[in-house]
Nanobody
Framework: QVQLVESGGGLVQAGGSLRLSCAAS????????MSWYRQAPGKQRELVAA????????????NYADSVKGRFTISRDNAKNTVYLQMNSLKPEDTAVYYC???????????????WGQGTQVTVSS
C-alpha cells in the first residue's frame, strides 16, 4: 500500500557528508514512525535513526544508534511524506546499503504495518 523510494546515496571521502531522502507514496493514512536502517556486507541490518510524529507536526521523538550519534540527524516533512538523514563526518565503517522504513496504521488502534524501500548505497572511502 505504501511505496518508499530512497535517494541521495553515493561515494564520499571520509569526513564528508551526504543527505539521504526517502519519499513515501501510495495509500498513506497515518504514518506513526519513519526510520533509517543500514546493512553492511556480512553484517545484519541495524537501526541507524528513527523519528516519530503525529500527522499534525513535522516534529517528533528521535533516537540514534550510538555509532552515529552526534554525526547523523534524522528529520521529516509530513506534508511531503518524506524523511531525511543528514550524515556528517562520515567514516569508512558507515559504508552500507541504507534502507528507509515506515510504520503506518490504517485505523485508530490498528496494527502498525511496516514498509521498506529498496535501499541506497553509501560508500565512504578512506
Amino acid at each position: 500500500q505504501v511505496q518508499l523510494v530512497e535517494s541521495g546515496g553515493g561515494l564520499v571521502q571520509a569526513g564528508g557528508s551526504l543527505r539521504l531522502s526517502c519519499a513515501a507514496s501510495g495509500s498513506i493514512v497515518r504514518i506513526i514512525a519513519m526510520s533509517w536502517y543500514r546493512q553492511a556486507p556480512g553484517k545484519q541490518r541495524e537501526l541507524v535513526a528513527a523519528i516519530t510524529s503525529t500527522g499534525s507536526t513535522n516534529y517528533g521523538s528521535t533516537n540514534y544508534a550510538d555509532s552515529v550519534k552526534g554525526r547523523f540527524t534524522i528529520s521529516r516533512d509530513n506534508a511531503k511524506n518524506t524523511v531525511y538523514l543528514q550524515m556528517n563526518s562520515l567514516k569508512p565503517e558507515d559504508t552500507a546499503v541504507y534502507y528507509c522504513n515506515t510504520k503506518q496504521i490504517y485505523t485508530p488502534g490498528g496494527r502498525p504495518y511496516d514498509y521498506w524501500g529498496q535501499g541506497t548505497q553509501v560508500t565512504v572511502s578512506s
